[in-house]
C-alpha cells in the first residue's frame, strides 16, 4: 500500500503511532518503525538527558525511520533538544509551527503537524510543514470538536500537501475509510495502547479491552487535576471510571483542589488501579478486543485494508469481488 505519505516518510505501511505522553516509550516507537510504519516519541514531558537516551535507544533497536514530538504550547523550549538527534520526522501539535519549519528542514527532518480544525491546517500548509495530521474528536486524549469523518476530507480540500487521519481508527476498515476521505495514512494512539510493548499499567489496557465506545467522555477534569489546563477548546477523551464519575459536574471543585486529585490520579497509576487513574482513550475501545504485538498490528491493519479495499469496489460496481465469501 503506497501513498505519498509512505514515499515522502520512508516507510512500508502508511500507519503511524500516535505520540501519546506517559503511553510511548522507545521500545513502541521502534516496534511501529520496524514492522514498516512511523513510530512518534513524545517528548514533552521527558528531559533534554531523557530524549536522548530514548533517541539512542530506539536506534538501536531498528534501522527504520521514526519521529519525535512536542506539544507546541508547552514544551517548544525543548525544539533544540529533539533537533539535534535529527530525527527522520519531528512532529507537533497544539500551536503554530510558522517559528520551527526551517529549524526542522535545516536539522535534515520533515515536519507533521497534528490540527484539529481547518483554519489549522491551512495555516500549517502554508508555514511549509510536509504533512498535516486531522485529529478527529472521537480519539483520545486531547481532541478537538469536530469529528473525523468530516474534519478530514475538508483538511483534504484545503491543502494540497499529503493528509494523516486520526481519531477513531483501529483496523483496517477504519485505514480503507481514511483512505476513501482522501487521507493517504493513519495515525492510531488508542488501538496502540492495547499492545504487548505500550508503556503503560496493565489494569489501563484491560479497561480499554472492556470498555464499549459509549463508555468514553470529553473532559477536562484530568487536566484541572493536574493543573495543566489546555488551550480552548482542546479537552481530553477517556475512558469513565470511578474518578471521572465522582468529579464529573464538578469541575470548579476540581480546579481548586488542583494538584491534590492529580497527586491522587499519579498515585492510582503507580499502584496500577483502573477505577481511580487517568484512563486516557478513545472511542475505539469499542473495537479493540486483543493484545497483539505492535509490529503484528500493523501488518494486520495493512492486510485488512487491501482485502477490503477491491470488495469495496466491486460491492459499488455491483460485481462479487475476487475471493469474497459468498
Given at each position: ?184 495514512g493513519v495515525l492510531m494512539g488508542t488501538r496502540f ?134
Open positions: 500500500m503506497r501513498t505519498r505519505v509512505t514515499d515522502l516518510l520512508g516507510i512500508r505501511h502508511p500507519v503511524l503511532l500516535g505520540p501519546m505522553g506517559g503511553g510511548t516509550d522507545a521500545r513502541l516507537v521502534a516496534a511501529v518503525s520496524h514492522a514498516g510504519g512511523l513510530g512518534l516519541l513524545a517528548a514533552s514531558f521527558l528531559t533534554p538527558e531523557a530524549i536522548e537516551a530514548e533517541v539512542a535507544m530506539i536506534r538501536e533497536l531498528t534501522p527504520m525511520p521514526f519521529g519525535v514530538n512536542l506539544l507546541l504550547w508547552r514544551s517548544a523550549d525543548k525544539v533544540e533538544a529533539v533537533l539535534q538527534h535529527q530525527p527522520t520526522v519531528f512532529s507537533t501539535a497544539f500551536g503554530d509551527p510558522a517559528p520551527y519549519v526551517d529549524l526542522a528542514h535545516e536539522a535534515g527532518a520533515l515536519h507533521v503537524h497534528m490540527v484539529s480544525d481547518v483554519p489549522s491546517a491551512v495555516a500549517a500548509a502554508r508555514a511549509g510543514v510536509d504533512v498535516i495530521i486531522a485529529q478527529g474528536e472521537e480519539g483520545g486524549g486531547h481532541v478537538g470538536l469536530q469529528s473525523t469523518f468530516t474534519l478530514v476530507p475538508q483538511v483534504v480540500d484545503a491543502v494540497d500537501i499529503p493528509v494523516v487521519a486520526a481519531g477513531g481508527i483501529g483496523d483496517g476498515r477504519g485505514l480503507a475509510a481514511a483512505l476513501a476521505l482522501g487521507a493517504e495502547l492495547a499492545t504487548r510493548e505500550a508503556p503503560i499499567p496493565d489494569g489501563w489496557k484491560r479497561a480499554i479491552l472492556d470498555a464499549a465506545g459509549h463508555d468514553t467522555v470529553r473532559t477536562s477534569i484530568p487536566d484541572y487535576a493536574s493543573e495543566s489546563a489546555w488551550p480552548e477548546p482542546i479537552a481530553a477523551r477517556a475512558i469513565r471510571n470511578a474518578f471521572l464519575d465522582r468529579w464529573l459536574g464538578r469541575e470548579e471543585e476540581v480546579r481548586r483542589l488542583g494538584n491534590v486529585l492529580g497527586d491522587q490520579l499519579r498515585e492510582a497509576r503507580r499502584r496500577d488501579d483502573p477505577s481511580e487513574m487517568n484512563l486516557l482513550a478513545g472511542e475505539v475501545v469499542g473495537l479493540i478486543h486483543d493484545l497483539p504485538s505492535a509490529g503484528a498490528l500493523v501488518e494486520r491493519i495493512v492486510k485488512e485494508a487491501e482485502a477490503l479495499l477491491p470488495q469495496l469496489a466491486a460491492k459499488a460496481s455491483g460485481r462479487a469481488a475476487p475471493n469474497a465469501d459468498r
